[in-house]
């Protein structure tokens, strides 16, 4: 299985499911995919996968651009390796798009995990299988993520309505530090790779391995189920820590936002 692909398709997955569980539009005819609508959070509401001729390209950026304002909502693009043509970052800037900064993408072999890692003695891991343990893990997302308690909010609301159960791709883990909720991560099984998604720590109890606990955990309970390959894409931040536990970095993919008071294209 080729990484780059993996990571990108399992990302793709990702972002359209939590989308469509946000009742977004979707448009997927094999040559562009997004999910679009009244999504609070740039990162989510967005384009995927593009690939389209020098022609063409002007044209479907400014459809996204009348979608977002449409809605009213803030949007972007995740622009990865194999998207087309190969100079469209440049075009989104061009449209009034600015540049967020890049997901690293990182794969590694699950065979290779390290059996555990260092942790406090009273950090516990659990997955979350009900309404008190999703707003625990609501909680610490929201004191440790991206956006804070808005994204936070949103996603768990997402997750309400995609189901905490065995029957769905999704796994949610809720780490506590004797007892109190300071960490999260989410498992999604997609395009045939295990994606780790939403790994944060609350401020006061990072630097003690309770990050790298939070990312195990999953990947070694997928590697149970039979997957071979975790993905994932880091942020600088994170990266040691990623590395520490195998994976290696094969892509980057760059986020380009619109938010409706940024400059008209």
């Known amino acids: 299985m080729d990484p780059v692909r993996a990571i990108e398709q399992n990302g793709e997955e990702f972002l359209v499911a939590l989308g469509r569980a946000a009742g977004a539009q979707e448009r997927d005819d094999g040559r562009v995919r997004w999910v679009i609508g009244e999504i609070p959070i740039d990162y989510h509401n967005c384009a995927v996968r593009a690939d389209l001729s020098p022609q063409e390209a002007d044209g479907v950026i400014a459809e996204s651009l009348d979608l977002f304002r449409a809605h ?5 693009w995740h622009v990865g390796p194999s998207m087309r043509p190969a100079d469209i970052a440049g075009r989104l800037l061009a449209h009034g798009f ?12 699950l065979s290779v995990l390290p059996g555990g890692v260092p942790a406090p003695e009273d950090f516990e891991i659990e997955r979350v299988t009900d309404e008190e343990g999703l707003s625990a893990w609501e909680d610490a997302l929201g004191r440790g993520f991206g956006e804070g308690p808005r994204e936070a909010v949103w996603v768990a609301e997402m997750y309400r309505r995609m189901g905490l159960g065995d029957d769905v791709p999704w796994r949610y883990y809720l780490g506590r530090l004797g007892g109190e909720p300071v960490a999260t991560s989410t ?3 997609g395009a045939g790779v295990a994606g780790i998604y939403f790994v944060s720590t609350v401020e006061e109890a990072r630097r003690r391995g309770i990050g790298a606990a939070t990312t195990l955990a999953p990947l070694r309970e997928a590697r149970e189920m039979g997957y071979r390959i975790g993905v994932l894409g880091s942020s600088e931040m994170g990266y040691p820590v990623y590395r520490r536990l195998g994976f290696e970095e094969y892509c980057r993919i760059g986020l380009y936002e619109w938010r409706p008071s940024d400059k008209l294209a």
């Open 72 to 76: 009213g909502a803030p949007g972007s």
């Open 98 to 109: 600015t540049y967020g900064g890049d997901d690293v993408g990182m794969a590694v072999e």
């Open 187 to 189: 498992l999604f099984l």
